[in-house]
């Protein structure tokens, strides 16, 4: 069985994978790419769409999902396999994506006419994405489905509604593939499923490098900067995936409401035309969601519901609170390469007493990356805008893991498989080898259009572990970090951070054990 990364390989998004047995092939994932890479989204696929056998769906988000309509566009034919929750979130984002990419055709269109330049044309359309929903075909959670020549599984990673990690066989040779992998205790869907025999592992790597908060840090964090932006009389904008992402938000506030923290007065407006459909397919499999929510649908109580909570569909409806003073407003998309929020951004960015929290990953290139990283200037929309919000990053509320949650996951595996990191910027993915190999694991970090062949185990098998002397290379440690601590630490040093993170979180599990 071949393995060839075609996406998600040394960056974090347009998850592609394509995965080659004797005599089929089949791809795991089909996503977008966003942000720097996004032009790669109009290029031919490196395979024929025709020559796959079928696609084995991780979730709904787009950087997973989004170019399978193009691959039915593209004369794909084979079933979809997925979880129910992942297809009908699919549908609400296919069809939302479709809209924006024709209101960008449309646009680029005008300024092509005036310069007598050829039209642009969409990269789908509503045919293909209804075209591609047809292919569907629906996967329970930990059923084993066989196709011709492999047999797959679908596990819960806990990332999102829906999501899974996949495992896959093929004569004597298993590979899992992570998929996106959630926090170990979450508070939306709760812990991932451990999985504990696999080959060769393709493990994601967004937080590689990153610890988050603790859940009771964060939730002191967000509460001050609403505190602070509702005694300044001013807007709080929150740029969120609309899956997930939003629904913890709105839990966050209702939290805040429940304990007084926040007063029931101040408005929130989830302002997306996807946004109520998407809440309602979270109402409706709540089944899957952590014990925590669950208990609120037992009392007849919904999670997602608070009295001061106004779902915007229209354009109309979210032009009204331009002018508004005070209030919470999420909307997509999460990293501000389009979507509403820009109105939003570029109505309030420029004021002091309006604040922006940033909830989720920043991909590089993106808006929402620069505003993270201290741009004073920016262009929204074709106009340029100072900065002057106050501009707050919250991790905790991630629907991925983090680097020890990462370790865990893969810590649950007990037959030393192969763990291929891709998912990640490369420092993320480096920090996260450099820790698995501290922890006797092989590693392999591909590159994008790499191969890998999982029936030869090319990688040498890790010699056994000699006997230590602890006190002996303590001191040596010991030694080795006074003589850091001497000096300033310079940026040569920067590249040597993640390794020494990556040893004091072990350090710190030593002791706790
Ligand atoms: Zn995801
Ligand atoms: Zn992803």
């Known amino acids: 069985m071949l393995i060839r990364f075609l996406g998600a390989a040394g960056e974090v998004t347009g998850s592609n994978y394509l995965l080659e047995s004797e005599n089929s092939r089949y791809l795991i994932d089909c996503g977008i790419f966003q942000g720097e890479n996004e032009e790669k989204n109009e290029a031919p696929f490196d395979f024929s769409p025709s020559s796959i056998k079928a696609v084995i769906l ?26 129910l929750p992942t297809i009908e979130l699919c549908e609400i984002l296919w069809f939302d994506t479709v809209k924006l990419m024709r209101e960008e055709v449309e646009r680029i269109n005008r300024k092509n006419q005036r310069a007598g330049r050829p039209p642009v044309k969409a990269l ?52 899992v593939f992570s998929g996106d992998i959630g926090q170990w205790e979450g508070v939306m869907e ?34 001050r900067i609403i505190q602070s932006a509702i005694s300044e009389n001013g807007k709080v904008l929150i740029p969120s995936f609309v899956v997930d992402r939003a629904q913890r938000i709105i839990y966050e506030i209702r939290l805040l409401e429940e304990r007084h923290i926040l007063s029931n007065r101040i408005p929130v407006y989830f302002d997306s035309p996807m946004g109520k459909k998407v809440t309602e397919v979270y109402r409706k499999y ?26 915007l569909s229209s354009v109309e409806e979210s032009k009204r609170i331009n002018d508004i003073d005070t209030g919470i407003i999420i909307a997509g ?18 004021k002091e007493n309006t604040h922006i929290i940033f909830v989720g990953y920043q991909a590089q290139g993106t808006l929402g990356r620069r505003i993270v990283d201290g741009a004073r200037n920016i262009n929204v929309m074709g106009e340029e805008i100072a900065v002057r919000a106050k501009i707050h990053t919250i991790n905790g509320f ?89 000096r300033v630490t310079g940026s040569s040093d920067l590249e040597k951070f993640s390794l020494l993170k990556a040893v004091s979180i072990i350090l710190r599990e030593i002791n706790e054990k």
């Open 58 to 83: 991780t979730h709904s988000h787009l950087d997973h999902s989004g170019r399978i309509p193009k691959l039915v566009k593209e004369g794909f034919k084979g079933k979809i396999f997925a979880t």
């Open 124 to 175: 789908y359309d509503e045919e293909d994405v209804e075209a591609t929903l047809k292919l569907f075909e629906p996967v329970p959670y930990d059923e084993v489905v066989s196709l011709e020549d492999i047999k797959f599984r679908l596990r819960d990673s806990s990332h999102i509604l829906g999501s899974a990690s996949v495992e896959v066989w093929n004569k004597d040779t298993k590979v």
């Open 190 to 223: 709760g812990t991932p499923a451990t999985i504990e025999q696999a080959d060769y592992v393709v493990i994601e790597s967004t937080y590689g490098d990153r610890v988050h908060k603790t859940l009771e840090q964060t939730r002191e964090e967000f509460t």
């Open 286 to 311: 709540n089944n899957l969601l952590s014990s925590e929510l669950q208990r609120y649908y037992l009392n007849s109580r919904d999670p997602f519901d608070i009295e001061n909570l106004k779902y």
């Open 333 to 350: 998309s999460g990293m501000c390469t389009g979507g509403r929020i820009l109105h939003h951004i570029k109505h309030s960015i420029w």
């Open 398 to 486: 991630s629907s991925h893991a983090d680097q020890k949650d990462l370790l865990k996951w893969a810590e649950g595996f007990q037959s030393n498989p192969v763990f291929i990191i891709t998912h990640g910027e490369m420092t993320s993915s480096q920090a996260l080898s450099q820790l698995f190999r501290i922890k006797g694991y092989q590693t392999l970090i591909p590159t994008r259009g790499q191969s890998i062949d999982l029936l030869k185990k090319e990688i040498s098998e890790v010699k056994p572990v000699p006997s230590i002397d602890w006190n002996s290379l303590l001191s040596e440690l010991e030694a080795q970090i006074s003589s850091i601590k001497e």
